[in-house]
């Protein structure tokens, strides 16, 4: 079934049928630009926005990042993230209380994508949505939605007249200003790594992580990205990850606890995996 919903003049098209949907994922130059153009100032032209001939490129060379025996590699700093998180669950069932629950699990996964990903550590799942590059992103989110129900201010120009306008912007560059920290940092290290041992720099890390495969990737002509393109595939990956992880992760929860004779069947299957055991390293 494919249906159409108007926006003023702007036809919005939806796909429900397995197949049909199948067919225009799998298209990479099936985008749709009015929703992308809203987003572009903010993830610039990563993988979520680009097309053609650049998505084939950038998603060839991203392609080791994600390979298993490269993600298992970080099982255990996703199970200590993924503790931080169940510590504030138990705390909060100590003390009878209620806890945001989208906003904890958002705050581990961010965690997890910062270590694992960037091999960034940070405090975030300590300060919550008090975290400047959540806070940050939060407000983008919040401007766009209520931007993309209010049709005169669809055009740029006179979206960038208007305060929540300027504010969009100030936290776009402030999202990447955080972007183009964790880059510098990471090239300035890898700069001194093969200064100080010529050639064995990028073989000496503990771990190749996305960040590392974004500033050595090469094309076959031996070209590499510049410093833009993985600015916007830093940025694209952590709204990504973090929108659908988070979501993902919390309805799960939200599901499970809907029905208790499920949740008990799950923590039975966990015990008796995990028999009370460290669990850090189970894979």
């Known amino acids: 079934m494919v249906s159409v ?3 003023m003049n702007i036809p919005i098209l939806s796909v429900n049928h397995p197949a049909t949907l199948s067919a225009v994922l799998k ?11 809203q987003i572009r100032p903010w993830i610039g032209n990563g993988l979520l926005t680009s097309s ?3 998505w084939h490129r950038n998603r060839r060379l991203l392609t080791p990042a994600f390979h298993q025996d490269l993600l298992k590699r970080y099982v255990e700093v996703k199970n200590r993230c993924a503790d931080i ?3 504030k669950f138990e705390k ?19 965690d997890i994508l910062l270590k694992c990903a960037m091999t960034y550590e940070t405090d975030c799942q300590l300060l919550g949505s008090k975290h400047p590059y959540v806070e940050a992103t939060s407000k983008i989110q919040d401007i766009m939605g209520t931007r993309f129900f209010q049709p005169w201010l669809h ?8 305060p929540s306008g300027r504010k969009f912007f100030e936290h776009c560059n402030f999202v990447h200003q955080v972007a183009e920290t964790i880059i510098n940092k990471r090239q300035a290290e890898m700069d001194y790594a093969t200064q100080k041992s010529p050639g064995q720099g990028e073989k000496k890390r503990r771990c190749l992580d996305l960040l590392d495969v974004l ?8 070209s590499t990205l510049s410093f833009s393109e993985i600015r916007d595939e830093v940025d694209t990956f952590l709204f990504t990850g973090y929108d659908s992880g988070t979501s993902a992760i919390s309805w799960a929860l939200y599901s499970i606890a809907q029905h ?13 995996v995990l028999n009370h055991s460290d669990h850090t390293d189970v894979k």
């Open 27 to 37: 298209n990479s130059n099936v985008k749709g630009s009015f929703m992308l153009k």
């Open 155 to 162: 055009n740029d120009f006179l979206f960038s007249l208007t």
């Open 85 to 87: 998180l169940v510590h």
């Open 52 to 54: 053609g001939k650049q």
């Open 92 to 110: 909060a069932a100590e003390a009878d209380t209620c806890v945001e629950a989208f906003l904890a699990v958002g705050m581990c996964v961010l």
């Open 5 to 7: 919903m108007w926006l």
């Open 215 to 222: 500033l050595t990737a090469k094309t076959k002509d031996g």
């Open 260 to 272: 208790p004779k499920i949740q008990s069947r799950v923590q039975e299957e966990i015990d008796s």
